[in-house]
């Protein structure tokens, strides 16, 4: 068993660094939903708002690292041009490009997946910073607060996007 | 429990009791709907424009994609620290920039959506 450096990377982006962020979606959303003066005494806010910065910083991070790994690391290796001659299959875009019935995997799918998961860690990071500056305070402001609800939200689907035609791609035509 | 780490634990500290402005927080959501908005435009002036595409080539493996991605990222960055330095300890209208900031990030959304940026294509 073993891989080879592109698997590697790919693996790294998309079974580690993405699927990591996304997995810790749920944490980070609980720990900003819960965030009430109401339903918490002081030391609970102040142990939760610890966990909340620590988690959002940390899948910002995942978030940066997922699309900067994807986009200068994994995507060159897609969209190499074949030499004359060479094995499509070892050439991912190119190889759903002369199959009508898989263009659209790249037409659609990549076309919509590098784009769209650059919107996350943007999101992420902005959600980020105000846990980070307003802390205990958040407690108090729940307008603000929703409102890091919703960009945490959005930076999830923007990541889910990604990582669910990314799972499909690669199924489709592997990184070799 | 000691009397003084009893009010350690129910009391805020003055840092926590510090009074909330919001502007800072203000200025990160309007700037990430700015950066999702650069992000949309610039992938749909990529697909209209053979010019732009060249131009926001800045390293041929990856090809316009690290243009598009690298621009709007300096784009956010920018405006963000724009806003930061106007809005940082002042109250604004969080609602009414909030709103404005989603209206940002849908267009990035749909700027971003092939369907949509392939209308503008120049090929």
């Known amino acids: 068993m073993s891989l080879t450096t592109r698997e590697f990377w790919t693996a790294i982006h998309g079974m580690g660094l993405g699927a990591l962020f996304l997995l810790a979606f749920a944490g980070g959303l609980a720990g900003l939903y819960g965030l009430r003066r109401e339903w918490e005494t002081v030391a609970g806010i102040r142990e939760q708002v610890r966990r909340l910065i620590a988690g959002t910083w940390i899948m910002a991070i995942l978030a940066w690292l997922t699309v900067i790994v994807g986009t200068w690391v994994v995507y060159p290796w897609y969209r190499a041009t074949p030499p004359e001659g060479a094995d499509l299959k070892e050439y991912p875009r190119s190889y759903l490009l002369s199959d009508p019935n898989l263009e659209a995997w790249h037409t659609f799918g990549m076309e919509w997946k590098e784009h769209v998961t650059w919107l996350s860690p943007i999101l992420a990071t902005a959600v980020a910073y105000v846990v980070l500056r307003y802390g205990f305070r958040l407690a108090d402001a729940p307008g603000v607060r929703r409102a890091l609800i919703v960009l945490f939200v959005l930076a999830f689907l923007a990541a889910g996007v990604g990582g669910i035609l990314g799972a499909f791609i690669t199924k489709v035509a592997p990184i070799l | ?123």
């Open chain 2, 1 to 123: 429990m000691s009397e003084e780490a009893r009010r350690d634990v129910s009391q805020p500290r003055a840092e926590e009791r510090a009074e909330f402005t919001n502007g800072a927080a203000a200025a990160s959501v309007l700037a990430a709907g700015i950066g999702s908005l650069a992000l949309g435009f610039f992938t749909v002036v990529v697909e209209a424009s053979e010019g732009a595409r060249e131009t926001l080539n800045l390293y041929d493996p990856v090809g316009p994609l690290s243009g598009k991605t690298t621009f709007a990222v300096v784009v956010w960055l920018a405006g963000w620290v724009v806003l930061h330095l106007a809005w940082r300890g002042k109250q604004v209208s969080f609602g009414m920039v909030f709103a404005f900031a989603l209206v940002l990030i849908a267009l990035g959304f749909i700027g971003t959506f092939p369907p949509f940026f392939e209308v503008f294509s120049y090929e």
